[in-house]
């Protein structure tokens, strides 16, 4: 938008610079060619009075005047009749015949564009004899021409039309610039509804508009804004009650597990063991989707700031925790060569330990029996990629494009079902945190999950 207002812009001071420079243009141009036609027309009418008196003064006077002439302008004098004073007589043409036979003057610019290269004025000359009226009427005796150079005319001609084409494109690049100013300050309110939008659709619900700019957008302003608010009401209710839901039920979910591991120590029928296992089963999946709720809750609420953390430090810490339950299937959690040092992130406190606790539980259920699980990290410019890289059977690209979405479930090699918010949890937190997760192939095959953290501007011992 800003750039068509300063195309509109300099087109309209494009048009008036041309409506008012042009015809003035025009006016010099039409204006200087009258100016030098009169001026080569009394000159010659003057030569040719001296040439029509005949006499021999008159005939010296007329040399003497042609001569200088020459030599103070760009114009050759040339004459025929009485005198002879060596000028040089014209070339036979119409003009020539129609001024010695008709005593008709002629100016000719050797040009229907402004002009040729020389402009050829002719006038007869006649004989002394005077008319009542003043004018000469005598005999036609001679005739005078004077061929005048353009070429002081054609630089003249480009300093009228050049100096005003100078002029011109800098009235426009002034006006580029004044434009650009304008068109900024108009569309700053716009700018600032969109970066409002902008920051809305990545999920900022406290983004709101400056109330500025001319009524239209003020009221537009204070509608989104309104919109927004409301908005954010309604959204943080729902963080509320699914937060408030999900601490509710963990503790009667709890509470029937309890009771199922009880039943089951006190019975000994099998097919009742079995019910009993499949009720804890779904007990113990029921829990974890609502864990996953309440951590999505608090997440979405940005309840704590991130802060510079050791990730490494981090990373083995979880990773002795996962040990033992890979150990149990026989698979390997390994810390890739390389990942050394002590890089710090930006994360909040307590984000990277779940991130870590749901990407190992994923691979560990995908991996498997004697498979292995390898963790890197890996400094990139101003981020850290951590990434976990299992041997399990990969996941389709379709697939990928759905791991994120909560409630989607993907089954694992073991044929247990997760609750489908592992992935979405991952990517909330990290989001939270100003990093991103992506999900790519492995080497060999298996899934890799790569995750970039912000470093931190603080360096690691």
């Not at 141009?29 to 027309?41: E, I």
Request: net charge negative.
């Amino acid at each position: 938008m800003i750039r068509q207002l300063i195309r509109s812009y300099v087109l309209l001071v494009a048009v008036a610079i041309a409506l008012f420079t042009v015809p003035v243009a025009f006016t010099l141009t039409d204006q200087l060619r009258g100016d030098t036609a009169d001026s080569v027309r009394r000159e010659a009418d003057t030569m040719a009075l001296l040439l029509g008196n005949g006499n021999t003064p008159s005939c010296a006077a007329l040399d003497e005047m042609a001569r200088a002439y020459a030599g103070q302008t760009p114009g050759q004098v040339e004459t025929t009749g009485r005198c002879d004073t060596g000028l040089p007589g014209p070339q036979r043409d119409a003009a020539l015949t129609g001024a010695l036979e008709d005593g008709r003057s002629t100016t000719d610019w050797g040009s229907s564009f402004i002009w040729g290269p020389e402009l050829k004025v002719t006038v007869p000359a006649r004989s002394s004899a005077v008319d009542l009226d003043g004018r000469n009427r005598g005999p036609v005796v001679g005739a005078v021409r004077i061929v005048y150079s353009t070429d002081d005319l054609t630089e003249r001609l480009w300093t009228i039309w050049g100096f005003r084409a100078v002029l011109a494109v800098a009235v426009l690049g002034v006006a580029a610039v004044i434009g650009a100013a304008a068109a900024r300050r108009i569309t700053r309110p716009l700018r600032q509804l969109n970066d409002m939008a902008s920051r809305f659709s990545d999920g900022d619900l406290t983004a709101r508009s400056p109330v500025t700019g001319p009524p239209e957008t003020q009221t537009l302003a204070r509608t989104l804004n309104q919109g927004a608010e409301r908005l954010d009401t309604l959204v943080a209710s729902q963080r509320i009650f699914v937060a408030d839901a999900s601490h509710q039920l963990r503790t009667p979910l709890t509470a029937l597990r309890l009771s199922l591991d009880n039943i089951a120590d006190g019975v000994d029928d099998d097919f009742v063991k079995e019910d009993v296992e499949q009720a804890t089963a779904e007990v113990v999946r029921m829990s974890r989707l609502v864990s996953g709720l309440l951590v999505l809750a608090r997440a979405e609420a940005k309840v704590t700031a991130a802060e510079p953390l050791a990730l490494l430090d981090i990373v083995r810490e979880r990773l002795d925790v996962w040990r033992p339950a890979a150990d149990e299937r026989g698979v390997t959690i390994a810390l890739a060569a390389g990942a050394d040092g002590r890089p710090l992130v930006l994360a909040s406190p307590g984000h990277l330990e779940q991130v870590l606790d749901n990407v190992l539980s994923n691979a560990l259920e995908v991996s498997p029996d004697g498979g292995t699980i390898t963790v890197g990290v890996e400094t990139k410019g101003e981020s850290v990629v951590l990434s976990v890289l299992d041997e399990g059977p990969g996941m389709p690209d379709a697939d990928k494009s759905r791991a994120f979405d909560r409630f989607w479930r993907g089954r694992g090699l073991t044929g247990r079902s997760g609750s489908g918010l592992g992935l979405a949890v991952v990517k909330q937190l990290v989001t939270d945190d100003g990093g991103t997760v992506a999900l790519g192939d492995a080497p060999g095959g298996g899934l890799k999950v790569a995750i970039s953290l912000r470093a931190s501007s603080r360096s690691g011992g």
